[in-house]
């Protein structure tokens, strides 16, 4: 059974930063999608980026040029880190892994992110 732990998320001043790691454990094809969907108190769930096995990478434009995501392949663990961070960055952030062989997905948790004006 694939298992998401997600850890790094935190409050933190406007303008700071934050790392946020996923592992995946369990088996699972090599080729998939790895990234971190994000969902604000009454606001529907959004990408926020996510990155290939290949590493193919997309950002959400709202965060682009200040979160960068990574992966890797060996540990099976993606990274998000979000610098110059804004008060609309605030929402719980999920791990997310599409396993491109029968298209399923998987979501972790969630982490919350919290950034104080």
């Known amino acids: 059974q694939v298992q998401l732990v997600e850890s790094g998320g935190g409050l933190v001043q406007a303008g700071g930063s934050l790392r946020l790691s996923c592992a995946a454990s369990g088996s699972f094809f090599s080729g998939n999608r790895m990234g971190w969907y994000r969902q604000a108190p009454g606001k529907q769930r959004e990408l926020a980026a996510t990155i290939t096995s290949g590493g193919s990478t997309n950002y959400a434009d709202s965060v682009k040029g200040r979160f960068t995501i990574s992966r890797d392949n060996a540990k099976n663990t993606v990274y998000l880190q979000m610098n110059s961070l804004k008060p609309e960055d605030t929402a719980v952030y999920y791990c997310?892994?599409?396993?491109?062989?029968?298209?399923?997905?998987?979501w972790g948790e969630g982490t919350q992110v919290t950034v104080s004006s």
């Open positions: 997310y892994l599409l396993v491109f062989l029968g298209m399923k997905n998987y």
